[in-house]
């Protein structure tokens, strides 16, 4: 069944009209063009397609559209502004963590959420956190690098 | 091939640099261009209908009901296909054995049998629902060792040379078997060897099935431009191969085609050669409408597999020393022979190993069965051959009783002695290779302490890959008046860094800033052949093609600049977006200057082109023997320290260092990125990964059943480690890292089990279960038999 609804993106409210089954990803990319939004499994399982909501990882790919409904949703395009980085991003470019890159608007948003929930987390903490999001390329100790760079960036002592 | 004068691994401005990718602000931004993100007015989406059998005739199909509903624009069959004028329904690199849709008869659990084009997803997916197929089931062939049985039922009854590629002109037509391609060598007098042996070690090893599993899935979008002509986007790693394989396809002109490759998320080895490009070819034909086939994750494992290999090695000892090895590698192709035989040749031939062994006989199998067709996996197929032969190195040391770091030492091949192929290696660093990884996990200290109940062993492997011999790089250097550089070039950017590199050679050879080279992504309208981004070739092949096309560039420069200046050209440099006389700066002109000099105009361009195509000599048929069988060998070896907990049989890696020779490295910290991005990724092929089938039927085909490397994987320790052998023609002495940190993984970790708790495994992945068993065993006890396989 179509209904119409009102997603909060990227701080913007944005009506749209949606079938039931439409996911969070479909919607997205299809209706709203935000291309850094990326499917991997289609099951909720590889992190490519995470985006904020309320401020959380979330599987975009394996939640209604119609679930997001009063919910803050940021994707990579609402993170920077401009040509300026974010410290995560400039972090993840000087560190190389990131290679072919198809899975790091997702691990980019993931570490955001990591770091606003544990400004200092142990080893042990960022590979439990991250350990939903995949990296084919193998990027991961360059990933964890990253992490430990703005960390450091965005909580100065 | 020559080299512009004043080499040296000093000296160099951007070559040896670090430099940051090119890509990488669009990349971190999500902005990056990829297929999926491609939109064209009235576009319409596919979805396929798969078969449910491994063998099977299509008796009858009845599509009448998917073609009536609301929003379909085609229905399409293999039979339709063929119907279609000029057009060959089947393709492949090096048969032409697969076909766009299942023809008369499937040939797997998952093969293509019908195609549906319409509005959108759900409308394709709804229409596939109303389609009716009839099948005969056919015996099937599922395990590799059956399959090669005269009385195995046949998978394919013809097999087809495609003779795309010059380095495939020897694969031959053949029938009533279903070993496609058969590579031998033979050198030495193995059975006297094997007669006077003091010690014969036969062991089989094997490897399973596996996925790429790039995050990115196949992607491919077709439309007829206003001219008629075929405009393909496509995820791939081949865009002159595809190009040339529709052309040949539809019997389309090859200028009636242009492919265009964007960013790749990802690609190992799975997007290389045709995919989706003929069936979404022939919608756009049929349609007359753009037309776009995105895989989900569950039809990217029924598409392209990891070959699974059984090899069997026999190795001779005399007085210490292998004096022979007899190696047999069945390797399971699937219900396509894609690029099966060229894996079958150039990883069959290394199947001895790096070392000095003077007498061998190999045979290299490639055998069709009734399973996913098997391609290219990150490694070529000779990380299945190491794990073999580099598990067995340390079987026969220790029971020889020799430490099995000095042994690979001591056998492996110095500079110009001959590979078991006869050709003498070059720029080969496998014993520095062997030695930095033996260093590095600090070999020649005691033993690890052991950490309570839980065991702790060391080891280490080595292996080497050979380049694909011949093969082709062309490109195209553009200068502009104001000193700013396009370079036109087919190697696709997949993550590797390509970019980068072909930036910094260029850069370097005219003496430009990184900055000023804007790398052309691959569109065959406009970027010259170039076989394959694979193979850890582009480097060498590319990188001395945009040197050479750059030098060209450089030299008229030059003699522009003498003429102006009344200097000799010899007497010229170029640097800091000058040329002059060396030794003298204020003796030149800026490239601005040299360009007005040279057309009196603004906006000129300079352009030139060059082709790297190193050459091989063809191998004896009987004995596989070439005096040049590749254009130059990259070694690898892995070293690790691993604790197992023999309560639970988990194997956790403390140590893990990962050893290439690069030659110079262009860029050593993308050559350090590449050794351990792949080395990771092999860790999960090593310790989980594994396709499971059932009579066909793949069992884990999503990624909630099937486990690859996380975050959490990564050890505690894990640091790559360059050695540099130049070689003499490569571009500044640079040779190949993109497989690089995969060929020794596997083997590397076994060993160490074995030196922790004494089990020696020998089938991959190395579960804990198997831990475990291995354990019972020693222990005389006999755990009950996992029914599931």
Redesign the interface.
Known sequence: MKQEITLRINGRDENVTVEDADTLLEVLRDRF?L????E????G??G?CTVLMDGRPVSSCFLLAVRAVGKEIL???GL?EGEH?HDI?EA???H?A????????GF?LAVKALLEEMPHPSDEQ???Y???????????????RAVRAAEEKMQPG | MGQPEGDGVENFAVVGQSVFRKDGHQKVTGQALHVGNIEMPGMLHVAVLRSPYAHARIVRVDKSKAENLPGVAAVLTGADIAKMPGVDPYFGPAFRDQPILAVDKVCYVGDPVIAVAARDKRTAEDALQLVEVEYDPLPAVLDVLASIRPESPLVHEQHRPAKAFADLAHVKAGQQSNICYHFKLRTGDVDRAFAEADQVFEDTFSSPPAQHMPLEPHVTLVYLDENQRVNVWSASQTPSYVRTELSQTFGIPMNRIRVRIPYLGGGYGAKLYAKLEPLVTALALITKKPVRYALTREEEFLTITKHKVIAKIKSAVKNGVITARKCQVYWDTGAYAEIGPRIVHKSGYTSAGPYRIPNVWIDSYCVYTNHVPAGAFRGFGVPQVIWAYDSQMDIIARAIGADPFEFRMKHALEEGEKFATGTPVRSFGVKQSIQEAADAVGWSRPRPAQGGTKLRGRGIAAGVKAVLTPSISGAIVMMNADGTVNVLSSTVEMGQGSETMMGQIVAEELGVSFDQVHVVQPDTDITPYDTITAGSRSTYHMGNAVRLAAAKVKAELFQVVAKKLEVNADDLVASGGRIYVGGSEERGLTISQAFLAKFGSLGTTLTAEAVCQPEAIPMDPETGQSEKCTEYWFPSATSVEVEIDPETGRVQLLQFYSVGDTGTAINPRHCEQQLLGSAITHLGLSLFEEMIFDEGQLVNGSLLDYQVASIKDLPETIRPIIVQVPHESGPFGAKGVGETGTLTVSAAIANAIHDAIGIRIRDLPITPEKVLRGLAERRGEVLPKDDAR
């Open positions: 063009k291309w850094s939004v990326r991997g499994c289609g099951v399982a590889c490519t994707t990579i395009e920077s980085l991003q993840f470019v000087n190389r990131l290679q072919c890159a198809y899975c790091t608007p980019v960022i590979r439990e991250l350990s939903g999001n995949l990296c084919r390329c193998g990027g991961y100790s360059d990933i964890l």
